[in-house]
C-alpha cells in the first residue's frame, strides 16, 4: 500500500446533488445563498458558482424528479461544506438564512472553524463555514490538532461586518 501523502494542492471542486424539483432547488442556492446561476439545461440541470467560476454546485433531476429525500439514517452525503474566505461573510450568510426563514440544525465553534449547520430543500445537509487562520488553530502539547464542538454564538457573528 502506498502511504505518500496526495499532493498538497490537490482539493474538491464541486458537488452535484440529485433534487427533487430544479427550481425549487435553485431559488434556495441562488436566491438564500446567492450563488449565481451559470448554466441551466431546462428542468433538469442547473450550474451554480460563486465568483464567475464555471460552478461549484451542480443540481440535477436526472434520476431524482419529484423524489423524497433518502432517509436520515442510510448512506450516503452527510453534508456539502460551503467554505466562505471570513467572518464577515459567515455573518452575511446567517442574516441571509434568518431573512428567508431558513432553520439552522446546528452551529458550532470548532476551533479550527465556524460553521453552520441547515438542510436545503430536499434535505440534503448544508455546513456554511470559515476557517480561522492555522496559527490560531488549537493543537494538543505534540502539535497534533486539538479541534473541539462548542456552541458557536450566533448574536457575536451577526455583529461582524
Do not use: C
Not at 499532493?7 to 458537488?15: E, K, M, N, T, Y
Not at 428542468?43 to 432517509?71: K, M
Not at 434535505?123 to 470559515?130: A, F, I, K, S
Amino acid at each position: 500500500m502506498n502511504r505518500t501523502p496526495i499532493d498538497p494542492r490537490v482539493g474538491i471542486g464541486h458537488v452535484h446533488l440529485k433534487v427533487s424539483d430544479l427550481e425549487r432547488s435553485i431559488q434556495f442556492y441562488r436566491d438564500v445563498l446567492g450563488f449565481e446561476l451559470m448554466q441551466r439545461f431546462g428542468d433538469s440541470a442547473a450550474f451554480l458558482s460563486a465568483g464567475g467560476y464555471h460552478h461549484q454546485i451542480g443540481l440535477n433531476t436526472w434520476e431524482s424528479l419529484g423524489a423524497n429525500p433518502p432517509p436520515r439514517h442510510a448512506t450516503g452525503l452527510f453534508h456539502t461544506a460551503i467554505l466562505y474566505p471570513d467572518r464577515s461573510t459567515l455573518a452575511d450568510a446567517l442574516r441571509r438564512l434568518r431573512n428567508a426563514g431558513i432553520p439552522l440544525d446546528g452551529a458550532a465553534d470548532h476551533g479550527v472553524s465556524e460553521a453552520l449547520y441547515l438542510r436545503d430543500p430536499d434535505q440534503n445537509g448544508v455546513e456554511l463555514y470559515r476557517d480561522r487562520p492555522k496559527d490560531e488553530w488549537p493543537r494538543n502539547a505534540d502539535g497534533s490538532l486539538a479541534m473541539f464542538t462548542r456552541p458557536l454564538d450566533l448574536r457575536k457573528l451577526l455583529d461582524e461586518k
